[in-house]
């Protein structure tokens, strides 16, 4: 037997439901209500610009916010369309009826694609229960002979409708009276936090004032001004800012429009480095501005922030659905009118166009970057360095991106020049194909930068702690390119320096050391080096030595295998110091002396190209003061 019906949904049951769990955040009625008074100021403006009725879009409209201490309420007002009874019978007494939908369907065909209504659920004034144990509602609607009327409930599914006796112009006024458990609300400081939070950039003026206990009515008529105890005129001003940068066109904005705007929103006296307007209009309503800001180090990372905007009401703060992680790195905000917000405007629904959104706003930061480069490269070089660990990020996390922007990566050489992944390449093809040298420490491989300049070679700094990850993606992407470490495989460059008519003497050199250092050093290598200062230097596997620092990273796991870095030695027979050392190979009176000063040799390579373990140390500082106590005795 089959049967078809309707589901039906009880109030008494749904109510607590709504009342505790609609919205995430409990301070969010303010938003909501303002959002409220806000979406009747442009119906009215709405109705006005269709020629429905007589009016000026441009009189004073306004959101009036009142703290009502004495009476622990808190009341919002506007002078927006109001509402006649029957209204409020519709949109208030009917859970999830939106008025919002119900006027742009009556109305759509005389209005274009662009909606400025914001409310789309009818949920939003339920979030007045949140906090409140009696809501009152005092509405007057704009139509010809309306009367005001008066809705009244006290804990949610039990209502009265009257006439009102306080509202005798257009508009509504919402007062709460606030449960015991949130008192906090009528408090000045606490709502203008969350109104600047939430509404600071409403497109209607929201003033916030506190009701004085001796004379409450006049306090609630004095909007535009209050007077000093000396009786002077104090204006008080909106609180919000009702045409944010963002809305305008780029081309109309100044330099220093774009810093102050900036410093207002993230609240710091910084200045960005350089920023991104987004401005779409189709094939979506996309608006806002991204920052690069500035960063001391790169573990100020996590401090980006992206405000994600609805119709210029805020949602939330970096939402990952429309901003792609690596992008919550920046600053910044986002108005996007047709994301696909769920009831409570805190999470975006899974929607194909939030993708596309987010494909937009990446290819726009991609093309800045680019057009940075190539148009603005003295000016790109300088941001460089504060940018650097943000593109690398933004690579790692979409390839996407990195297609986009691989030809506008920079990399900054040992002679303090920038330049590209190709550039480098390009280069250096005759002396090492397909090979990038790069520095991680400049301080501890000096001797490396210093012998790569003796041949007139250069090298990339990757000192970052993501580079290690970014070097690998590159040679992935870019077979078969290969990144060595400034200390690694050299015999590209010394190989066109081999004399091998003296190859026996470095055969010589190489048993000598042998025979001092033993099994400290696996591989030994002789060669002529430019540079007569350098007594020999070691190079460290760049295969090997990645292997030792992943096995590090997952300290504790068992690979079935040792990775400890391959190790060679290179002695350089141009040495003063290693030329006297085979002149006194055949001395059996200085063979002593001869292995404390190979493995003092030794000691200083691997000084250079990384700190010795604890027992080499205190070898070196052995064979140190032996040396010194041998000076001294001469």
């Known amino acids: 037997m089959s049967q078809k019906g309707s589901i039906s ?64 309420a808190l009341i919002f007002e506007d002078n ?29 065909d005389k209005m274009n694609e662009e909606n400025d209504i914001i409310g789309h659920f009818g949920l939003g004034f339920y979030s007045s229960f949140m906090v409140s144990k009696k809501v009152q509602i005092d509405t007057l609607s704009y139509k010809e002979d309306a009367k005001p009327v008066r809705w009244v409930s006290e804990g949610g599914t039990e209502y009265e409708i009257s006439d009102s006796d306080t509202r005798n112009t257009r508009g509504t006024t919402i007062t709460l009276f ?27 003026n929201i003033y916030l004032d506190t009701i004085k206990e001796e004379n409450s009515e006049e306090a609630k008529n004095e909007n535009e001004e209050t007077k000093t105890e000396e009786n002077e005129v104090k204006e008080i001003t909106p609180i919000n800012d009702t045409h944010p940068l963002w809305l305008k066109s780029p081309k109309d904005c100044t330099d220093e429009e774009y810093k102050e705007f900036y410093r207002k929103v993230f609240k710091t006296f910084d200045e960005p480095l350089f920023w991104i307007h987004l401005n779409v209009d189709y094939p979506f309503n996309l608006k806002g501005i991204l920052y690069f800001p500035k960063l001391n180090n790169e573990f100020e990372l996590i401090e980006g922030k992206v405000k994600l905007y609805n119709n210029q009401v805020f949602v939330a703060d970096n939402i990952k659905e429309v901003i792609p992680e690596f992008l919550l790195l920046l600053k910044g905000v986002i108005d996007c009118p047709d994301l696909p917000l769920n009831v409570s405007r805190s999470f975006l629904q899974n929607d194909r166009d939030v993708s596309k959104i987010s494909k937009h706003i990446v290819k726009k930061v991609a093309d800045k970057l680019k057009s940075l480069a190539k148009n603005e490269r003295e000016s790109y070089e300088k941001f460089w360095d504060d940018i650097q660990v943000f593109i690398k990020f933004g690579c790692l996390k979409d390839e996407g991106f990195y297609d986009k922007v691989k030809d506008s990566i920079l990399f900054k050489t040992i002679n303090s020049e920038y330049i590209t992944l190709k550039d480098y390449l390009e280069k250096c093809k005759e ?22 300049k003796d041949y007139d070679l250069d090298a990339v700094i990757l000192d970052s702690t993501i ?13 078969p390119v290969r990144f060595n470490r400034i200390d690694a495989d050299l015999s590209d460059v010394l190989k066109d320096n081999k004399d091998e008519s003296n190859k026996e003497g470095k055969e010589e050199i190489e048993n000598l050391f042998k025979e001092s250092v033993g099994e400290r050093v696996k591989t030994y290598s002789v060669e002529s080096l430019k540079s007569e200062d350098t007594s020999a ?25 040792n990775f400890e870095e391959e190790k060679t030695l290179v002695i350089n027979d141009n040495s003063p110091i290693v030329k006297k050392l085979l002149s006194l190979k055949d001395k059996d009176d200085k063979k002593d002396d001869i292995s404390l000063i190979c493995n003092q040799i030794v000691d200083i390579a691997l000084l250079a190209n990384k700190e010795l373990e604890p027992s080499e140390l205190d070898d070196f500082i052995k064979r140190n003061n032996k040396l010194m106590n041998m000076v001294i005795s001469l």
């Open 80 to 108: 927006g369309i109001g509402m006649t009874e029957e209204e409020v019978q519709k949109y208030i007494n009917q859970v999830a009826f939106s008025g919002a939908e119900d006027f742009f369907n009556k109305y759509k």
């Open 467 to 479: 580079d290690n990850h970014f070097i690998s993606f590159v040679e992935f992407k870019n077979q």
């Open 178 to 204: 606030l449960d015991d458990d949130s008192k906090e609300f009528v408090e000045e400081y606490t709502v203008r936090n969350i109104i600047d939070k939430y509404c600071s950039f409403l497109p209607v």
């Open 537 to 561: 230097i070691i190079l460290v596997s760049e295969e090997s030595r990645r292997m030792a620092e992943m096995k590090s990273q997952f300290a504790g796991m068992d690979f079935g295998m």
């Open 9 to 72: 949904i009880h109030t008494e049951n749904i109510f607590p439901i709504i009342k505790k769990w609609l919205y995430s955040d409990k301070d969010i009625f303010i938003r909501e209500l303002i959002s409220n008074g806000c979406d009747a100021v442009n119906k009215h403006k709405k109705l006005i610009s269709l020629g429905e009725i007589a009016g000026d879009k441009e009189e004073d409209y306004k959101i009036n916010v009142y703290i009502d201490k004495e009476k622990s």
């Open 431 to 452: 002396k090492h194909e397909n090979k990038i040298f790069y520095v991680s420490d400049e301080d501890q491989q000096s001797q490396y930068i210093k012998l790569f």
